[in-house]
């Protein structure tokens, strides 16, 4: 994992991080792995303003349903961490096998599911007590990275980047019951508001498969820059990080035509839009740096400096 850059700044962000603060404005929950961190960006300061320690090179991100909890994939460890979100602290460190990198929440129960990279599973995670606790594992496809659980809570939808597929679990059944052909290395996949159809950002396709959830099946591909990471939605409009292009791609959803390559920092990988839909923030991996997309005139309005390898792989925004 890429390690190195921006400790300048340790010692005044820990002084942050050690002083009270009121209840959470619009935040972003940004995954350094360089710097071992997680970093708390307050969105309308659009600055860094607390950082909590996450040993073991943190990636990946996902929030509780409340949004009061953060859980954070740790691949070198390996590992996840709960953070709460009211105290910045960790609370509980869980020691999994594997490669743990993706994960996904139950929107209704708050069950936790990690993509085991290195085996072909998702490891299950149950809330019991305020704790997390082991509860087993779904078999899927090889290397499974982006997930994602539909609004009901009943569908769970696993990336799995070595398969070249898509794999759709039953939840009550903890079964895999179908796999879906996709593009080239599927790695972040993302569902509309309404769980109706899934994104897959296809690495080595250089393109963005649309999935159909009811139907089973690929609708469409989206063409985009080279090596495509992630893809979020708003505003009508999907938007995918070139890890290599140093972009992002923006496409109408209604028509899956590309519409612009917005030029970013330096490796793009995660990206998230705001509640109100007004802007995308893009976790710029090789230049540590957020950028900030109005999502309207699709220009780049802002950069905010973090430290050291920001991934933000997931759902990073609340």
Known sequence: MRLGGHRGALLALALLAAL??????A???????GDNAVEVVDL??????????VSGSPAGIALSPDRDTAYVTRPD????AVIDLKTDTVVQDLTLPGGPLGIGVNPRAGTVYVADWYASRVLVLRPESGRLVADGEI??????SGLAVTPDGATLLVANREADSVSVVEIAARKEVARIPVGKHPFGLTLDAEGRRAYTANVTGDDVSVIDVAARREVGRVKT???PYVVALTGGRGFVTDQYANSVTAFD???LAPLRAIDVGDHPEGVGATRDGRFLYVANWGSNTLSVIDAATLQVVREIPTGDGPRAFGDFLR
């Open 253 to 255: 959803l209604a028509t």
């Open 225 to 227: 820059g080279d090596r």
């Open 77 to 80: 460890l390996p590992g996840l």
């Open 20 to 25: 009270p603060h009121p209840a959470h404005a």
């Open 139 to 144: 078999a899927v496809g090889k290397s499974p």
């Open 27 to 33: 935040e972003a929950l940004v995954t350094v792995q």
């Open 44 to 53: 309308d300061a659009a600055k860094v303003v607390r950082r909590i320690p």
